[in-house]
């Protein structure tokens, strides 16, 4: 299964990051699939309360906070512009799919 969504279709996600040659497009691929198969799991399980839909946003901040080594080992890391990047991804996705809370809530579980 893919997201369905058509305006998850058509968003460039992490577009800084992929703009920005500090962080390695192989690495910044595999947060986008994180993104992506979240998104995947939004319009599968269809959460209808924010308590729902954190499950699914903090296993993928969870599943993101693993590519801390990629980034390392790709002399990168998550950092300010990447934190913002990514969380801003979180707002978009969790508001496309009709849920208004605040992204600090959305990736709570995140150490970066």
Known sequence: MSASHPAIETYNFLNEMYQDSYFPNPVVDKVKEVL??????????????????????????ERINDLQQDFWDNESEIETA??????????FIVRTY???????????????
């Open 36 to 61: 992506l198969y979240m998104c995947e799991q939004i319009e599968e399980t269809q959460p209808k309360t924010d308590a729902a839909l954190l499950v699914l946003t903090h296993a993928a901040t």
């Open 82 to 91: 990447a934190r913002d990047c990514i969380g801003m991804d979180f707002d």
């Open 98 to 112: 009709g849920f208004d809370i605040d992204v600090e809530e959305v990736i709570a579980t995140r150490d970066w």
